[in-house]
């Protein structure tokens, strides 16, 4: 798919002709209509709320209908802190959302498990299970940070290509769209991580 | 000439079946030459709730729950004519009073009869 000129397609604009590609209309569509999932963790999901609610109003930018079904669910918004009795059903809706899927990691705990990162029942970050598309840090984050979130993500949105080697990752058959659900173990989570997502940072001792 | 009066019926029925089924089948062509489906084990299950569902939806419930039912109904339906009968007590003839007495009896024979027979006992 050839990108289209930038001065002819202005040119053509001013002679009242749009000119765009199915890539741009696809994306443009998606990205004005993403479907958050409608689920909250804790306190981030007041902010989430407020978000949605008339004064900071979502709907501005497309994101006002929160599904209460994963299956209908385009974003998985997820607010809070992430206890490992929480983290395996997150993966099991996260599994059960249609492609494509998209995830915000809301304010410090979704991150890293935040203030209660030492805690022995806090997953220290949803990313270590799910792929993240943008991080919010904040405890809890303001909604427009959660707007700009939002809008970083339409922008993501927006740059998916539909084809070449570089297209988006639900459009890959090789690319999973489920990912493995953690068991309870006897003192953690098993496993503690996806090892295809996360890798926890090494630290290298020098002597 | 008017047109004829089915006409906007036959109109308003095409408009009805395209407007649907033409998103659906723009997203059926879609998802043929784009999009690769990727079914799996959570995707396909029934519940969408995050728990995996435990046993079997196709259950049998005690016929005791029965009983309770109608003893329900029999307070129910007393609480239901009692209200209004108490708001217009003081304006009621003797007649009425009579009748409300007669239906409160009939009721409470209900009750007494359900509880002479053991049906308030839950058996396990």
């Known amino acids: 798919m050839d990108e289209i000129d930038e001065n002819l397609r202005r040119e053509l604009q001013r002679q009242g002709v749009w000119v765009t590609s199915m890539q741009e209309l696809y994306n443009w569509g998606r990205k004005n209509s993403i479907w958050p999932l409608q689920f909250g963790l804790a306190c981030c999901a007041i902010e989430m709320i407020a978000t949605a609610a008339s004064r900071y109003d979502i709907a501005r930018f497309g994101g006002e209908i929160f599904r209460p079904s994963p299956r209908q669910a385009d974003l998985m918004i997820v607010a809070g802190t992430v206890t490992k009795k929480m983290a395996p059903q997150i993966v099991r809706l996260y599994n059960q959302m249609a492609d494509p899927k998209y995830v915000i990691s809301m304010g410090a705990c979704a991150i890293s498990g935040g203030p209660f990162k030492q805690g022995y029942n806090v997953l220290k970050g949803i990313d270590r299970y799910i792929p993240v598309d943008v991080y919010i840090p904040g405890c809890p984050p303001r909604p427009e940070a959660l707007l700009h979130a939002f809008m970083e993500l339409q922008r993501k949105i927006d740059e998916q290509k539909l084809s070449g080697v570089d297209k988006a990752a639900h459009l890959k058959p090789e690319q999973p769209s489920e990912f493995p659900v ?26 | 000439m008017t047109p004829n009066p089915y006409l906007f019926i036959i109109i308003f029925v095409g408009v009805a079946l395209v407007f649907p089924v033409l998103p ?41 729950y029965y009983l309770y039912a109608i003893i329900f109904l029999i307070f129910d339906v007393e609480a239901i004519f009692l209200v209004p009968f108490a708001v217009a007590f003081t304006g009621l003839p003797v007649g009425a009073f009579i009748a409300i007495l007669v239906f ?21």
């Not at chain 2, 009896?105 to 053991?118: D, F, Y």
């Open chain 1, 182 to 207: 953690p068991k309870f173990g006897e003192h953690d989570l098993e496993p503690p991580a996806n090892p295809d997502l996360f890798q926890p940072p090494k630290i290298e001792r020098r002597s």
């Open chain 2, 24 to 64: 659906l089948g723009l997203a059926w062509l879609w998802r043929k030459f784009f999009q690769p489906p990727k079914p799996g084990p959570d995707k396909m299950s029934i519940y969408e709730c995050g728990v995996e569902s435990i046993g079997d939806a196709q259950i049998q419930f005690r016929s005791q």
């Open chain 2, 104 to 124: 409160l009896l009939l009721l409470i024979e209900g009750l007494v009869w359900a509880w002479g027979k053991g049906c308030l006992n839950w058996y396990q």
